[in-house]
Each structure stands twice: as C-alpha cells, then as structure tokens.
C-alpha cells in the first residue's frame, strides 16, 4: 500500500482515539489534529505522533482552522467532528482535492447537495465511516448494477422494546448506554430516540444518489448485518463484521485494499439467531420527521438537524430542563417554526441553525 498520511479532524473522541489506533498498526502518519477544547490532550497527541505544532487546532477557540487543516495537500481528512461543524472543513478538504473519511453525519444532512457537487466536479472521494454506509459501500464495490433498494440496518438504541409510558421514566444515564457501540454522548442520544437512524437515511440518499423511498430501515439489535443492498433481480448483498468501529475506520483509510485487523472475527457458529424488526415509527417519531424532511428537500434536513443539535445539546448540559421523552415533540415543534426553502446554500445553512437555536 503506497504510504498514507491523514489529517484528523476531532481527535479526542470515540472515532478519533480509533482511527488513531488504526493509523499506528498501519503506520499510517498522522499530519494534522484537531479538539474542539481539550487543549492537554492535544499536546499529548501531538508528541505522540509527532505532529508539528503549526497543524494543530483548537476549534472552540479558532474554527477556521479546521478548514486550514483539512486543505494540507496529499492527505486523507478523517472528519470525525460532531455536528455540523463538519461541513466547512469537508468543503475545504475537497476543495483541496483531498479525499473524506466522513464520520460527520450532519455535513451531508445539512448541506450534501453542496458536498457532493463540489465532489463530483473535483473527482474527490467521500468514503463513509459510518458502519451503516461503510456497509453500503462495499455491497456496491465492483458493480455497476442499478439499486433497487438499501437496506439500512439499526440496533434500536438503548430503548429498543420500549413504549411510550416507560420512555417517560428513563435517565441521562440510560440514554448513554448503548448495546453495541462505544460512541459519542450526542451520536449515543441520537441513537436512543432513533434521530441517528433519520439522519444516517439522509446522508445515505447523498452518498449512493439514491430516493428517500429507496431506503428501507430494518431493525437489527445484534448488529452483525451492518446494512444490505437489494439490486433489481431481487438479489440482497449484506456486509457482516463485529460491531467494531475499528472496520469501517480502516476501511475508509486504506480503501480500495483490505489490510490485517485486530477486531475479533465473525464466527458464525457462535452467533446463534439472528433478528429483524420493522421500526416503530409511533414511539420513536424523529425516525418518520427524518423521512418527511428528506422529502421536502432544500433546507428541510438542516432545519430538522439544527433543531436536533439545540435539543440534545440542552438534554446533555441541563440537569432538568428537559427530560429524554420530550426530546422529540421538542425537535419537532423547533422544526415546524423554521422557514422551509427548496433552495440551499452555506447561507442559508448558517440562517437556518442560527433560527433552530433561536426558537429553542
């Protein structure tokens, strides 16, 4: 494999400490780091890994550098920055003509139609990281058969079984637990009240340039089938692994070789059943507001993400403010006050978020 070098862009979380554990076995070097305040952790980082302290960023103090960072020539960008703070640097970095291993979510559901245009005409690469469209991604590898649907995958969360009475007595604290995945507190919230699903449907739509209508959420609380493609013939290609973070990380950065991994193998006679259900859309509403804003298009799905981002971010720093079941009606009463348009632009993004934390 020619030698890789990659700047990370969120460095301190769940993604970030693994794909740094993924460039150390594959010695790949690491360029650029970026927190968003953990400045000790950073230093640490760097000597660790020998970054010079001019490709170093801060990004509660000086976000435009992310964009500076992600614009270093020859190197692959991870984004794993939470929220929609990710957008302008995967602009940047494509613009740059870097390839994107995009853990961030939010920059496809807020502005997709802009990263993936400016991909498109810079012939630059977004590799998922996302376990779901990693997924997606490698069913599709080496054919040029039309899609006839996507099968994407969702453990259900920490709540999964639930109604809607017992979600009234949950904790901050149950909300954080989740099944299968280590993850982020916000990624992990998202998770629970299946907004993470909504969001993942939208940024599939823009990765494999396919209708809302083409996606179809299954439930899978074993996570093993990590998502699935149906072709016309009626013929379901799925990718199976652990659920292991480690995969899809090292996927996107090695891509198009499979290299050597320490994550435990998949023994299928160990597994036992695996099982399948169809969402409840009633008890866990922000999934259906997902697909009604993917539908509406324009700035529908910025709105509804903004919205998404000022509430939880309340639910995690708040101790009372709002409790996890009112997470949804609140979302959704957010994102029915926010102007709709069927146009985007970075304009209009920073318009639209502005007005979400606004009204909240």
Not at 7 to 14: I, Q, R, Y
Not at 119 to 146: R, Y
Not at 210 to 218: F, G
Request: hydrophobic content about 40%.
């Amino acid at each position: 494999m020619k030698e890789k070098q990659i700047v990370l862009l969120g460095s301190t979380g769940s993604i970030g400490a693994q794909t740094l554990s993924v460039a150390k076995a594959h010695n790949i070097k690491v360029v650029a780091l970026s927190v968003h305040s953990n400045t000790a952790l950073l230093e640490e980082l760097r000597r660790q890994y020998n970054v010079e302290p001019d490709n170093t960023c801060v990004s509660s103090e000086n976000p435009d550098k992310l964009c500076e960072l992600a614009a270093i020539k020859d190197c692959t960008v991870v984004n794993a920055i939470v929220g929609s703070a990710g957008l302008k640097p995967t602009l940047a970095a494509i613009e740059a003509g870097n390839p994107v291993a995009l853990a961030n979510k939010e920059a496809l559901v807020a502005g997709g139609e802009i990263v993936m245009a400016l991909a498109n005409v810079n012939n630059v690469p977004v590799i998922p990281v996302d376990s779901e469209h990693s997924a997606i991604m490698q069913c599709l590898s080496g054919t040029t058969n039309k899609i006839h649907k996507i099968i994407l995958t969702a453990s259900g969360g920490a709540f999964y079984g639930y109604t809607k009475e017992q979600l009234k007595t949950v904790t901050k604290e149950q909300a954080l637990q989740h099944p299968n995945w280590s993850m982020g507190a916000k990624i992990t919230v998202d998770s629970a009240t299946m907004m993470n699903k909504g969001l993942e449907l939208i940024e599939a739509m823009h990765l494999f340039n396919t209708d809302e209508s083409q996606i179809e959420v299954v439930i899978h609380p074993q996570s093993i089938i990590h998502s699935a493609v149906e072709f016309t013939d009626g013929t379901v290609i799925a990718q199976l692994s652990v659920p292991d973070m480690r995969l899809p990380i090292q996927y996107a950065l090695t891509y198009p070789e499979r290299l050597p991994s320490p994550a435990k193998r998949l023994s299928f006679a160990e597994l036992g059943k695996l099982s399948f259900a169809a969402p409840d859309y009633d008890t866990f509403p922000l999934l259906r507001l997902a697909r009604e804003a993917a539908r509406l298009g324009g700035n529908a799905p910025c709105a509804l993400n903004a919205a998404n981002e000022a509430v939880v971010s309340l639910f995690l720093n708040s101790d009372d403010k709002i409790a996890f079941h009112e997470i949804p009606q609140t979302v959704e009463e957010i994102y029915n006050k926010i102007e709709k348009t069927e146009n985007i632009s970075l304009d209009i993004i920073e318009k639209t978020e502005n007005e979400a934390v606004a009204r909240l």
